[in-house]
């Protein structure tokens, strides 16, 4: 069995070992097991999210991408030592990484929203692109990525990259804030592996708040900015203590 991570590259790289060789593959897993027979299984999320779809291969070998965060660290075992095969593919590559730059909309270099610990959302609740400061600043204090509702990009406030959801990407940071996001099924398909949610809205009956294990109910721009001096003054603690 060949497994590769579900990122663009892995899922580029799966694809073409699939069709080149006629290997079987499944993409986007986020679980792996065994069937009652002992054949291996594969758990993938359809129809955003609703469903659990479970396939298995018909021979061998197997091909799977698997999501990143979605599977659980498993305790230390003994130490296992794999042969390592080293390949000089530089000479083959085709495609080389020429630059690595911060995305137009947000301005800096920031976390991968799929492999980030804590990923801030936007929403139109925000109400202007000018706002997206607020969201910027609470990402600065923890260190996280940039999420987006699909509202948000649609109003260019973000790049497509930075979309959650079902037409967006799915991410499962350890914790994620839903800024003036309502919480449609689309958006929350994308969050279904988050494992902290913290809402922020003005919406009591918001169905963000469904979904989420923290709700704070209020205005982004009042929440928001209290949130991040909060955490530079805690920052700016730690690092007094620890001098
Ligand atoms: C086929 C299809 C695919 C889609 N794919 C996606 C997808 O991948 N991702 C996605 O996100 N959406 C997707 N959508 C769109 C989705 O249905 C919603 O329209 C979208 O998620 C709404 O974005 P939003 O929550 O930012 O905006 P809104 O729904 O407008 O919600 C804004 C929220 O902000 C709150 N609010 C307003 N002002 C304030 C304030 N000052 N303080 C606090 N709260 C405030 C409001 O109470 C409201 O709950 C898709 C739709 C379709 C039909």
Request: glycine share 10%; hydrophobic share 45%.
């Amino acid at each position: 069995m060949v497994l590769l991570p579900d990122s663009a590259y892995g899922r580029d790289v799966a694809s073409r070992l699939s069709a080149r060789h006629n290997v079987g593959l499944a993409t986007a897993c986020v679980g792996l097991s065994e069937t009652p027979k002992g054949q291996p299984l594969a758990e993938r999320s359809v129809f955003g999210g609703r469903f659990i779809e479970r396939v298995t291969w018909s021979a061998a070998p197997r091909l799977a991408t698997l999501k990143a965060g979605v599977f659980a660290v498993p305790p230390a075992g003994p130490v296992r030592r794999p042969t390592l095969l080293r390949r000089d593919v530089a000479r083959e590559a085709r495609v080389c990484v020429v630059s690595v730059e911060p995305s137009k909309t947000s301005g800096r270099m920031r976390p991968d929203i799929e492999e980030a610990r804590v990923v801030v959302a936007a929403g139109r609740g925000l109400g202007t692109a000018e706002r997206m400061r607020l969201v910027d600043e609470l990402a600065d204090a923890l260190g996280a990525a940039l999420g987006a509702s699909r509202a948000v990009v649609d109003l260019g406030w973000l790049d497509h990259q930075h979309q959650v959801g079902q037409t967006g990407r799915s991410v499962a940071p350890e914790l994620y804030f839903a800024c003036g996001i309502s919480g449609a099924i689309q958006h929350l398909a994308g969050i279904g592996s988050a494992r902290i949610i913290v809402a922020i809205n003005h919406d009591p009956e918001a169905p963000i708040f469904g979904a989420a294990n923290y709700g704070i109910v209020g205005e982004v721009e009042v929440i928001l900015p209290r949130l991040s001096a909060a955490l530079r003054a805690m920052s700016a603690e730690a690092a007094g203590a620890g001098e």
